[in-house]
């Protein structure tokens, strides 16, 4: 008896090197245009902060802190990043990953011996390789930036009045990309549900931003408090604390938590989708 054409996809796509699919993943995603573009422009977010900085000469608040202790610079514009720019790009990465339908490639996807798992897979990590691509120029270049344009290379003076030593900074820095890169994987995976269910990257990308936009206005109402716990924005505040001493590690915990709780809702409805999605 001749074994059904989808189990007998699924048993060589099974066999198929993952780092090989992960490679050729994020080799797409490097090639596109648009991300390329999108890369050059957050390199310029701190370098275009650390000139304001300098410029006006005024310290006072998180950016103003930046003024003689350049360290701070990449904590401040990721944290400004996260809430305005780098969610839309992770949505549009995502938008790309499973809205190839209306080009006619996700079909041919969907018809090589790949598995619906491990091709969901494949798409997440792209738009892993997305979030993490942008957090981590901006941390970079922010570093950079802020030694050579503002000073301050001898250490971080935290909003505590603390001092850290430079290893210490980096450390902090290291902290805070990796608990921005799990927020934004939170975005990405909810985008990956979105466009596991429609053709139109305009609808996913319109979903990220409005998501991002509700739960801001929502976590900003006072009689809406009990809501907080449930708002994955709710706690991007947190990176912050990155900055005091010592450092307060609840918010970061609790916001991390939050934000995993959105990867396996995001995720699951996505396998949910593609199981079902016709070829």
């Known amino acids: 008896m001749s074994e059904p054409a989808g189990n007998a996809a ?3 796509g099974q066999s198929a090197p993952i780092g090989r699919l992960l490679g050729s993943e994020a080799r797409w995603v490097l090639r596109r245009p648009r ?4 890369l050059g422009l957050f390199a310029l977010m701190p370098v275009t902060i650390a000139i304001g900085v300098v410029a006006s000469n005024r310290s006072g608040g998180l950016v103003g802190n930046v003024l003689g202790n350049g360290l701070v610079l990449p904590v401040g514009a990721l944290v400004l990043a996260q809430a305005l720019l ?28 790949v598995s619906r798992l491990r091709l969901v897979g494949m798409k997440a990590f ?9 957090t981590v120029v901006i ?18 003076v935290t909003l505590s009045g603390t001092t850290v030593g430079v290893g210490g900074a980096l450390g902090r820095i290291v902290l805070v990309v990796a608990w921005t890169v799990g927020q934004l994987a939170a975005i990405g995976a909810v985008a990956l549900a979105v466009s596991a269910w429609t053709e ?6 319109a979903s990220v931003l409005g998501m991002v936009i509700v739960f801001g206005v929502l976590s900003a109402i006072p009689a809406l408090d009990w809501l907080q716990p449930y708002l994955l924005t709710s706690g991007w505040t947190s990176g912050v604390d990155v900055l005091r001493d010592p450092l307060p590690a609840r918010g970061l915990v609790e916001s991390t938590l939050r934000a995993g709780c959105y990867v396996a809702l995001g995720g699951g409805l996505t396998v949910f989708r593609m199981l079902l999605r016709a070829a």
């Open 86 to 113: 780098v969610p839309p790009a992770v949505g549009m990465g995502a938008a790309d990953a499973l809205g190839e339908s209306a080009a006619g490639t996700l079909r041919g996807l969907l018809l090589a011996p």
């Open 139 to 156: 941390a970079v270049v922010g570093a950079l930036a802020g030694v050579v344009l503002v000073g301050g290379a001898d250490g971080l």
């Open 200 to 205: 139109h990257p305009l609808v996913v990308l």
């Open 35 to 38: 991300t390329l573009v999108m």
């Open 10 to 12: 699924d048993e060589r």
């Open 126 to 134: 792209g738009v892993l390789v997305v979030a993490l691509l942008a």
